[in-house]
């Protein structure tokens, strides 16, 4: 004669975390009594689908305790324990209900945060004391580094006070000065300068935020970083480039070309090449720009390091406007 299984109490809840739930029911001691004269009994727990209301197994087997995973935080989750004799005999227990835990405060909130300018939103992450103000986000950016990249002021002084290093770089050199003086965000560059930021801090090209600063083109922060004792001659650590040379190469913009000479910019250094500016701009076809640098000092007869003069350089890459700017000038 088959004897019926007792009804199970519902399994109890043990550790719960955001994306786990601990399940048990080795201590329900009217099942193990059954157990001793019933060998075999297996054990299941289900899970309740909120939306149809049915139930799926997620294990079966002969173990007391089994932990649920992969869960959603802040969710709630229904659960029932099976019990099946060696006979087929079965009998469900009550259903338990539990809640996951908040998911803990990290890296990814805190930057999500910076993204959207939530400055209360960085402020709970960073008292929460699970992340720290230096973590960076899959692209290599610390928090710093990205709300001075953003140009968002509040939040940069809000990371400053939780702690955040000024001149902390990224893998590839970059610090947050120079990205918000690329991006033209004088409020962020006042900022930053106030809480300690260097000028001659370099990248992993030897570049400073001053070089950075002209390939923005950002003609009212070059003017307040000069004015802040910014060196307008620094040269990078791979072409020996300044500023200046850096406008001839890219932009040709002759107006930040004409505030970096005013501030003593030499219109005649030479790179590792041998090349000045006047031979960059020839080269990329500047016109205006190389007018300019005539105008001001640059000395045409100049040669490379392979003995190429400036008018050869002009008549095999530039137009006729430089080449006639150049022969004028030997005549």
Known sequence: MEVEVPKPD?????????HSIELYWNKHHH????????RGLCFSIEEEDIKTQTYSNIYTGYAKQYVVTGLDASTSYRFRLKVISCTGCYAYSPVVTVSTTREPMSGKHLHHAIIKNDVEGACRV???RNVKVHIFDELGFPPLM???QKGYQRMV????????DVNQKNDIGKDSLMLACFAGHLDVVKCLRRFGATWESR????????HWATDGEHLHVIEWMINDGCKVDITDGHSLWTPLMRVAALSGNVKIASLLIKAGANVNIQDKMGKTPLMVAVLNSQDNLVQL???N???PSVTNEYGTSILEMAKSFSTENVISLLEECGR
Do not use: C, R, W
């Not at 099942?31 to 019933?38: D, H, P």
């Not at 990248?203 to 001053?210: K, L």
């Open 10 to 18: 519902p399994p109890v809840v043990g550790k719960v975390t955001h």
């Open 31 to 38: 099942l193990q009594g059954y157990e001793a004269s019933n």
């Open 126 to 128: 960073l008292q929460s």
């Open 146 to 148: 990205l709300a001075a």
């Open 157 to 164: 002084e809000i990371l400053i006070k939780f702690g955040a």
């Open 203 to 210: 990248d992993n090209g030897g570049s400073s935020a001053m």
């Open 293 to 295: 640098l005539l105008k």
């Open 297 to 299: 000092g640059a000395d």
